[in-house]
């Protein structure tokens, strides 16, 4: 009685079917309990591991032999000595040099203003970025824009043809055909000139290392300002007046031209050989 006065917004014929059914009509199901068994592999795998934790357990470390470390000093070659020697003398220099030798030198400061060509160069950028920035879209005119699909020419077709016809000869092509060969290493020894290139290269690195800078002499640095020639100034002035022109442009004095567009139609040679390709 507790149980139906549980359910009373379940469904009736559902209610139904349940208090009409009997125990003879149920039938009987065998539940499979299933217990993957391990690979072998992972047999394997925990066989070894055990394996490893035993052989870790029962190590003995009086099993293991006695060594004795040795410890090598490497001696510095006749490179580094002399480049040490190079660097103290130089630092020996440095050290024990006076102040007093020394020259007053006055510096002078130079300003360099920018010429009358930069300033008219800076000046027609700044014009043409106004002009871009201030420019109306509203003036374009709408175009229509037609595609085109240009179908090969006989030449396109028959270098197709000859690239698939060498892929597939060389996907086909038998290994078998080909013969054994032995490769031949050959290590040539330096001819007579060669060495004594070779020779004089070495004195010459020996002559710069022990080179001594007691022997050079001073000189005073000449700064010269070379002027450019005729020929640059004739570019540059030529540069300048097609900036000008560009820039003093007038519109206005364009016409105004009509666009035809072509659309050449195929031949029926072409169709055909078209059709024969495909």
């Known amino acids: 009685m507790a149980t139906k006065a549980a359910l009373p917004s379940a469904d009736p014929q559902l209610l139904g079917a349940i208090s009409k059914a009997t125990p003879e009509s149920l039938h009987h199901v065998q539940t499979d309990v299933k217990n993957p068994l391990p690979s072998k592999e992972d047999l394997r795998q925990e066989k070894d591991h055990e394996n490893l934790i035993h052989n870790l357990e029962e190590f003995d470390p009086t099993n293991l032999h006695h060594t004795s470390t040795k410890e090598r000093k490497i001696l510095p070659d006749t490179n580094m000595l002399a480049e040490e020697r190079l660097r103290y003398d130089h630092l020996s220099s440095i050290s024990s040099f006076t102040k007093v030798e020394l020259n007053p030198i006055q510096p002078n400061e130079k300003i360099i203003l920018p010429?009358?060509?930069?300033?008219?160069?800076?000046?027609?950028?700044?014009?043409?970025?106004?002009?871009?920035?201030?420019?109306?879209?509203?003036?374009l005119k709408p175009t229509e824009t037609q595609e085109k699909n240009p179908l090969p020419d006989p030449s396109?077709?028959?270098?197709?043809?000859?690239?698939?016809?060498?892929?597939?000869?060389?996907?086909?092509?038998?290994?078998?055909?080909?013969?054994?060969?032995?490769?031949?290493?050959?290590?040539?020894?330096?001819?007579a000139d060669a060495i004594n290139l070779e020779k004089q290269e070495v004195e010459k690195i020996q002559e710069i290392e022990g080179f001594k800078k007691d022997s050079l002499k001073h000189t005073e640095p000449t700064v010269k300002n070379v002027l450019p020639d005729q020929d640059t100034l004739d570019a540059e002035k030529k540069e300048q007046e097609l900036k000008d022109g560009v820039t003093n442009f007038n519109r206005n004095s364009l016409k105004k031209t009509t666009t035809e567009e072509k659309n050449a139609l195929p031949s029926s040679r072409d169709i055909a050989e078209e059709k024969a390709a495909k």
């Open 115 to 139: 010429g009358p060509q930069t300033i008219a160069q800076e000046k027609t950028e700044q014009e043409l970025m106004s002009g871009i920035e201030g420019f109306d879209a509203g003036k």
């Open 156 to 191: 396109a077709i028959t270098a197709e043809k000859a690239e698939r016809y060498r892929k597939q000869s060389i996907e086909d092509f038998n290994k078998k055909k080909l013969k054994r060969a032995n490769t031949e290493e050959k290590n040539t020894l330096p001819d």
